[in-house]
């Protein structure tokens, strides 16, 4: 019989599902939380997607398997999609310029119109590193600081001054995504680590006279949870040698949110205002 995942939390056998398995691998569909959280009896974790993030976690079932698996990661061979709605904050003046993936020009990522200056493609390749003065986070640098890093992005869908991205890391470093994000000015929603601690995406903002309050009762936000998720890994198959694509739908409030918010993207209200300022703990380190 293949080893069986456990759980710390008995809530999370629920959340959590099984995509592939097979006598050599096994990769669920996690929510957003902890890696540490999430416990496999007798198999190994072959790479560390972002925590926050919910969506694919490869395991490995046999020594062979794990260190075939691991060997891809570590080689920057694995194709990884995630996606992320993200928060579009207006440019300052002083706001480092990331480069288009068309290049090496440089576009300014903000406008009077938040999300009109984003490029539809652009590439982020600042150096990543711990930051020294809050431990646990990480800070971005233009050079010379942290590790090398590059990640891809496409937008998606606009809406207004939140947009949805696809996200493609070319390398593996702690928080990555999210750094690059922040440090662009184009915070993940829902971040309490890099990003605006109380920007929340309404249905209210978007629909006019929406009456899905009661009384004095908050509007609850339509994604609650970090809003990073692996959507797609593609690699070699430790056995067979042959690629291997995996999918993880987007969460259910991810759905519900892009199905609403292009509905009603024309009747936009309190969204086409610039974003919040950031907590000063929040704010991203650029050096």
């Known amino acids: 019989m293949p080893p069986q995942l456990s759980f710390l939390a008995p809530v999370r056998t629920e959340q959590s599902k099984i995509v592939f398995e097979d006598a050599s691998l096994v990769a669920i569909d996690k929510p957003s939380g902890e890696l540490a959280a999430l416990v496999a009896d007798g198999l190994r974790r072959v790479h560390n997607p972002d925590p926050a993030a919910s969506g694919l976690l490869v395991f490995a079932k046999t020594k062979r398997a794990l260190d075939f698996l691991s060997g ?39 406008g009077l119109d938040p999300s009109a200056g984003v490029p539809a493609e652009f590439a982020i390749d600042w150096w ?9 986070r990480m800070r971005a640098f233009r050079r010379n600081g942290g590790e090398p890093a590059l990640s891809e992005f496409r937008v998606l869908e606009r809406f207004g001054r939140f947009a949805f991205l696809e996200c493609r890391p070319r390398s593996n470093r702690r928080h990555q995504l999210r750094v690059h994000l922040a440090a662009a000015g184009l915070p993940v929603l829902n971040d309490p680590t890099y990003g605006l601690l109380d920007e929340r995406l309404l249905l209210s903002d978007f629909k006019r006279g929406y009456k899905g309050v009661k009384g004095s009762e908050a509007e609850r936000p339509m994604i609650t949870q970090v809003a990073l998720h692996v959507s797609g890994l593609t690699l070699r198959h430790p056995d067979s040698g042959e690629a291997l694509t995996l999918h993880a739908s987007l969460p259910k409030p991810f759905e519900v949110a892009l199905r609403n918010l292009k509905k009603y993207r024309g009747s936009l209200t309190r969204c086409q205002r610039s974003a919040r300022p950031m907590n000063a703990f929040a704010t991203p380190r650029l050096f």
């Not at 194709?79 to 440089?106: K, M, N, W």
């Open 72 to 110: 891809q990661f570590q080689s920057k061979s694995v194709e990884q999609i995630y996606h992320a709605f993200c928060v579009v904050l207006p440019e300052p003046a002083d706001r480092p310029r990331c480069a288009t993936s068309g290049g090496d020009t440089h576009m300014s990522l903000g």
């Open 128 to 136: 990543i590193g711990s930051d020294r003065e809050a431990p646990g």
